[in-house]
């Protein structure tokens, strides 16, 4: 069965260095996100991704994030000069389309700042 | 603000204990919930969608039920394997995925 993949597992970063989270979605989806998960707390919507742009973000999304897609299978979130509260467990999900077609998660990046 | 409120945070059942789950929700305007189950370590894996009030789905032991205000998740004999983390989100405009707090099942064999 066709999954999302993440690398790495698990990052672990100074604070104040730019980390790259890496996904690959499924493939013949056409919609990316981001969500985090920061320790025993909820899971939280950071971002969405169509048609290489972004379509919707949340407020925790701010000018330290960015999102890309830099080929055909890739999907990255780029965190630039981390902080301590950015340590947390990152997923990258996909849908085939937008009319409430189900996300589907990966397994997640855990990053640690240092 | 759409808000997902879980209950209970945490179920311990016997082998074959059957119980129910419970997601409220307090949205403007539902265009779907979904459950998924989260292992440790892992993501959250889909189960079901719900788009409207009286809506039931099944899958093996699991069956989903949505009302205007909530959504209940019925384990039927229950087995140690559905031991995890259930997760109810909502939809409501736009294409994120609003989550409750989870509800931690474990099932002794």
């Known amino acids: 069965e066709p999954e999302v993949t993440q690398t790495p597992s698990h990052q672990v970063t100074q604070m104040g260095q730019e980390v790259i989270l890496r996904c690959v979605p499924i493939?013949?989806?056409?919609?990316f996100y981001w969500y985090r998960q920061i320790l025993g707390q909820k899971v939280e919507f950071l971002v969405s991704?169509?048609?290489?742009?972004?379509?919707?973000k949340s407020e925790i999304f701010d000018d330290q994030f960015s999102v890309e897609r830099p080929d055909g299978s890739n999907f990255t979130l780029k965190i630039r000069s981390t902080k301590l509260e950015d340590s947390a467990m990152y997923f990258c999900?996909?849908?085939?389309?937008?009319?409430?077609?189900?996300?589907?998660f990966g397994d997640g990046t855990r990053l640690s700042i240092l | 603000e759409d808000q997902v409120t879980q209950s209970p945070e945490a179920l311990r059942l016997q082998e074959g204990e059957s119980s129910s789950l419970n997601c409220s929700y307090t949205?403007?305007?539902?265009?779907?919930l979904f459950w998924y189950r989260q292992d440790p370590g892992k993501g959250p894996e889909f189960l079901f969608t719900?788009?409207?009030a009286g809506e039931e789905k099944e899958k093996e032991r699991l069956k989903a039920t949505l009302t205007k205000k909530e959504s209940f998740l019925h384990i039927t004999a229950p087995k140690p394997e559905d031991s995890a983390t259930y997760l109810c989100?909502?939809?409501?405009?736009?294409?994120?995925?609003?989550f409750g707090e989870g509800t931690q099942l474990t099932v002794n064999p």
């Open positions: 999900a996909s849908s085939p389309a937008y009319d409430n077609q189900p996300q589907h």
């Open positions: 493939s013949n989806h056409l919609y």
């Open positions: 991704f169509y048609n290489n742009e972004i379509s919707e």
């Open positions: 949205v403007s305007g539902l265009r779907g």
């Open positions: 719900l788009y409207s």
């Open positions: 989100a909502v939809r409501t405009s736009g294409s994120r995925l609003t």
